[in-house]
């Protein structure tokens, strides 16, 4: 008999014999009246967005109206890094971000990102929320910023200018790439043999237009929500990188939260976060026919093609194990074996 397996992302809420009630339901709860501000870079449709609309609407609704967020859309508030460094100084309550902005001052965040690190989804969410997730969580609390949640952008694929496609690992030789501003994408756009272009991402649709750039890489529902099908028509689907985000709280503003308003909190955000990375899930999937109609022209890289891209990648990975710290990256990997061993 087949005994169908329940994924870590709704295993997270699923607790035998327990039932989730919000603090607000006892009559001594110690709940304030609130107004929460989010900042995200993103547009107000995008998943990660969504996920933080429906903090709001959770949050508001397990405090009984008392606690309320208001989600700023379109990177008003400031870009990531802004928005992170408001966070840390207590200006600015809550933000949505990627959590490779954080590699800077907490390097274990950059692991999570090896090239093709993960194979799938459901191996994400077990590291994510397993004991490596908690560590990441601890080390970020101890900078200045309160990790409620994981929230997700997915795998991401690489998407060039007409002219400039890639349908083998040698395609990326000498192409200029645009990455973000992190050790670890620098070094794997340059291990594949291309160029690595760091840039800020509103800057990017400008430089595919005008040919500053050939091309960059992004999660499928980035690729639709930024209509970088009008200026990069070519797409290779490699799922080479995995990008998780996370809904976070300042933590001087956190402390200063009563027992109950946390606890009404962390359940909103928790039930948040798998809303989010389901929503996430369903749009890319749908993303991939959404650019196909637009016109773009997708490869799937063959397996031997994606292993000559390992095999490029290997040292970029050796290299980074001994920055972030190999003790680190080994529970890491040992985790995930776990996993790959429990479902083979």
């Keep these: 008999m087949m005994v169908k397996r329940i994924s870590p992302l709704l295993a997270a809420l699923i607790v035998p014999g327990v039932m989730y009630f919000s603090a607000i339901g006892n009559a001594s709860a110690q709940v304030n009246t609130h107004l929460f501000r989010i900042s995200a870079a993103n547009s107000e449709t995008h998943p990660q967005n969504q996920g933080g609309f429906k903090f709001a609407e959770l949050l508001e609704k397990k405090s009984g109206g008392k606690m309320k967020a208001k989600m700023f859309s379109n990177g008003a508030l400031g870009n990531d890094g802004q928005s992170m460094a408001a966070l840390q100084g207590g200006s600015l309550d809550m933000m949505i971000g990627t959590l490779n ?34 560590k990441i969580k601890d080390k970020m609390a101890e900078k200045g910023i309160v990790d409620l949640a994981f929230f997700e952008l997915g ?8 002219g400039a496609p890639i349908k083998t690992a040698d395609d990326f030789n000498g192409k200029k790439l645009r990455v973000q501003t992190t050790a670890v994408y620098i070094d794997l756009v340059n291990g594949l043999g291309a160029n690595a272009v760091p840039m800020g991402f509103n800057e990017t649709y400008t430089a595919l237009e005008q040919g500053t750039i050939d091309g960059m890489s992004n999660p499928l529902i980035n690729m639709v929500d930024g209509k970088f099908y009008e200026v ?21 503003l956190y402390d200063k939260l009563t027992a109950d308003e946390r606890k009404i909190i962390e359940e909103a955000a928790t039930e948040a976060g798998v809303y989010q990375r389901k929503l996430s899930r369903d749009v890319a999937a749908k993303s991939l026919d959404q650019l196909k109609a637009k016109g773009v022209t997708v490869t799937v890289l063959p397996p031997a093609e994606l292993d000559k891209m390992r095999d490029r990648l290997k040292p970029v990975i050796e290299k980074h194990t001994q920055q972030i710290g190999p003790e680190f990256v080994g529970e890491m990997m040992s985790e995930l074996q776990k996993y790959r061993s429990a479902h083979k």
């Design 101 to 134: 902005n954080f590699g800077g001052t907490v390097k274990e965040t950059l692991a999570l990102e090896f090239p093709f690190l993960f194979k799938s989804a459901d191996e994400a969410d077990f590291i994510m929320d397993g004991p490596i997730g908690k």
């Design 155 to 162: 795998f991401r694929h690489f998407h060039t200018r007409k």
């Design 232 to 252: 990069s028509p070519n797409l290779a689907i490699t799922n080479h990188v995995y990008q998780p985000s996370f809904l976070g709280m300042s933590k001087r």
